[in-house]
């Protein structure tokens, strides 16, 4: 079945603790994403990856480092997390940034930081 | 800079009416256009997407949209809502043109409700 998956889908942490989202596409899609949700915000993207090695900034990149070493996997990793990143995150695969294909998303991870 | 709004936080109608869930955005150039629903604890799923070619487009669970450059509009629409549309609803942006590609701008989400 075609997916991505997420995990942890749930974590309650504490500030300054790092910690890693992993994310993962079965579809060898070159493009993926990660979002975070708030109520009232929408979805705002905080990094993309056009393919393996190539990562980019979106619109709320500060406090959070991704990498893309294999084309299945962009992991989100927060270095020294805040309360200001509680947030509900989505990560989204597509076959490529340059296809006008639609987004796969993941079923989420709820993060809570204490 | 690249923006969408949706003017509505909250859309509510009755079962068998027709439903409309409005969209604006404001991309310079030809802007691909899409729709996701999200159902509670789910990730977002894909419903239609505008490229090129005909304004109104189809998609899944009998959603059409229209695409009005003049208006930079992109309403969803369905002629007969159902109790099971209910979900939260939004509208995203992609600017196909140079080092911006990558991204994609969604709005804020209109949450609809049907009544039966």
């Known amino acids: ?114 | 800079a690249q923006s969408v709004a949706q003017p509505e936080d909250q859309v509510n109608v009755a079962e068998g009416n027709p439903l409309t869930v409005k969209c604006t955005y404001s991309v310079s150039g030809n802007p691909y256009l899409f729709w996701y629903v999200q159902y509670p604890n789910r990730g977002l799923q894909f419903l239609l997407k505008y490229i090129t070619g005909d304004n109104l487009v189809k998609g899944s669970y009998g959603f059409e949209a229209e695409f009005n450059k003049s208006q930079t509009s992109f309403h969803l629409k369905k002629p007969s809502a159902l109790v099971s549309d209910s979900a939260l609803y939004f509208c995203a942006v992609r600017d196909p043109r140079g080092s911006t590609l990558g991204r994609l701008y969604f709005g804020r989400g209109t949450q609809l409700t049907v009544w039966p």
């Open chain 1, 1 to 114: 079945e075609a997916q991505v998956t997420q995990n942890p889908r749930y974590l309650i942490t504490v500030t300054g603790k790092k910690l890693t989202v992993t994310c993962s596409q079965n579809m060898n899609h070159e493009y993926m994403s990660w979002y975070r949700q708030d109520p009232g915000l929408g979805l705002r993207q905080i990094y993309y990856s056009m393919n393996v090695e190539v990562t980019d900034k979106g619109d709320v990149p500060e406090g959070y480092k991704v990498s893309r070493k294999e084309k299945r996997n962009f992991p989100l990793i927060l270095e020294s997390p805040s309360p200001n990143q509680t947030s509900l995150y989505f990560c989204a695969s597509s076959l490529g940034g340059y296809n006008t294909g639609e987004l796969f998303f993941g079923e989420g991870s709820r993060l809570t930081v204490l």
